[in-house]
């Protein structure tokens, strides 16, 4: 007996009549409004190739680890989930059989954005009308599948009809790019562009650090045994990176530590990160001093900075040792913001032609460090909720307690962050239905008036990602 998939137009919207009227008249002005994706994690072979994404289950199951994070929490088996292994052991490759176990878990997901997400793309990409369960696993598999081998849900054609006017991906300095070349050489309209995130060549803790560093060499053509010659490869690769269409970095470290050492302690610390000597702290400060370098680097080519501090990568030990990173094991420290970033504001924070835009994982540094300091620094933004925090919850917790000190206009807009490239629509409409609810309490409350409502949600919807990202 199936059961009826009603996605209801008002969602998200408060129950109260006045704010919920004027909700809907906001969320009508930016509801078709193209989408600006300034952060992300598609993979950009999809949209050189555009052949056909294979099933449901490898779509919406195996690559995302807000899914499969949750089965695990209850007792699912990695391994029927087709998560790979690392020794290449054994897992689930029958694709049906994996979505039954997914359809018939689906009850895990109530009152999580991440099936708001996916009835979403259920519903709206592929016309689906009955929700998951067990009992319409089958059908719905069918449905999708069937879908899927039609030209226009090919990447490309959802790209078009996902109304996508620009979308960043993100790659390590090593990368050839070669998905972004072969997708300009196409001569296919759609803007898909790059991410300069340089991570595995500055983090000392990274895996394969000094292999990485010895590769940065090969690809820049400098000499990276040096920390001067280090430091031209990344100007180097991030010229690459931007005439590839790049207008942004993105700094995934544990802390949000920078550092301004002279270069004698530069080159010291260097020394000890690529022979592996580099104590904890140390890579610690290295990591900090490499923050302050991008952002110099930043001061000369315009790339506009991302931080996104404070995930404790890899937490349990022994699904890394099986299945290796992002597996849904990272989880949110308590991240300082104030001390931290104090050695990159003293160098650079009164610039103009300068935008770091911070993310967190810590919600308690809303109002108490991140507010006080994008309110304060011109070259300080704040990116939107991240991660776990991307939920309806989320949103309102960080308008209603970063507003009130930084405004919106030291807020960027939305970035989907994703790799769940058919959640894009949904997570989007997600952040204008819920901008739109704040919009419409504001007015209510007399805080704002009505003509500023109109004209702060295509703002937020579109307008402030175009102009800060400078896309
Ligand atoms: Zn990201």
């Known amino acids: 007996m199936s059961r009826p998939l009603v996605l209801h137009p008002d969602r998200l919207f408060s129950s109260e009549p006045r704010q919920r009227e004027l909700a809907r008249a906001l969320y009508a002005t930016v509801k078709d409004l193209a989408i600006v994706s300034p952060h992300g994690h598609t993979d950009p072979r999809w949209f050189a190739e555009n052949e056909p ?21 209850q007792g699912v088996r990695l391994e029927d989930l087709a998560i790979p292994r690392r020794d290449g052991g054994e897992v689930e490759g029958d694709a049906r059989k994996i979505w039954r176990t997914f359809a018939t878990n689906y009850h895990l997901f109530r009152g999580t954005p991440t099936r708001v997400w996916l009835d979403h793309a259920f519903h ?75 991570d595995p060549t500055v983090d000392p803790e990274f895996d394969g650090f000094a292999a990485n560093v010895a590769r940065l060499a090969e690809v820049s053509g400098e000499d990276t045994s040096t920390w001067r010659g280090y430091l031209a490869a990344h100007r180097h690769r991030r010229a690459f990176f931007k005439s590839m269409g790049a207008t942004s970095t ?73 299945f290796g990173r992002d597996k849904g094991a990272d989880i949110p420290t308590r991240t300082d913001y104030v001390h931290a970033l104090k050695p990159l504001l003293d160098r650079f924070g009164n610039e103009r032609d300068l935008t770091v835009i911070l993310f967190t994982l810590d919600e308690t540094t809303y109002s108490r460090e991140l507010a006080p ?39 960027v807009g939305f970035n989907d962050d994703t790799r769940a490239f058919l959640s894009i629509p949904a997570r989007h409409d997600v952040a204008r239905r819920m901008d739109c609810r704040f919009l419409a309490q504001l007015v209510a409350e007399h805080k704002i008036d009505e003509d500023e409502a109109f004209e702060l949600a295509p703002e937020l919807a579109y307008k402030l990602a175009k102009r800060v990202y400078k896309l």
């Open 124 to 198: 709206e990409v592929f016309g689906i009308r009955e929700r998951l369960t067990a009992e319409s696993a089958d059908r719905v598999f069918d449905n999708i599948n069937a879908c899927l081998a039609r030209p226009e849900f090919h990447p490309r054609a959802l790209f078009e009809r996902f109304n996508i006017e620009v979308i960043a991906t993100t790659e390590s300095p090593l990368d050839p790019l070669a998905h972004h070349t072969k997708i300009r050489a196409s001569g296919w309209k759609g803007r898909v562009v790059t991410a300069y995130r340089p």
């Open 373 to 411: 300091l994008a309110g304060h620094y011109p070259i300080l933004k704040l990116g939107p909720p991240w991660w776990f925090y991307d939920s309806p919850e989320g949103m309102q917790r960080f308008r209603e307690q970063v507003t009130e000190t930084a405004g919106f206009y030291n807020t």
């Open 250 to 322: 993105d700094h995934g470290h544990p802390t949000a530590q920078t550092s301004d050492l002279d270069s004698g302690d530069c080159e010291v610390l260097f020394a000890k990160a690529l022979e592996r000597s580099a104590t904890p702290a140390e890579a610690e400060a290295f990591r900090g001093q490499m923050l302050t370098e991008m952002a110099r680097m930043s001061m000369d080519d315009g790339l506009v900075m991302q931080i996104h501090p404070g995930s404790m990568r890899n937490y349990n030990p022994q699904v890394y040792a099986r």
């Open 53 to 73: 994404f294979s099933n449901a289950s490898a779509l919406f199951i195996t690559p995302d680890h807000y899914v499969f994070r949750m089965l695990y929490s």
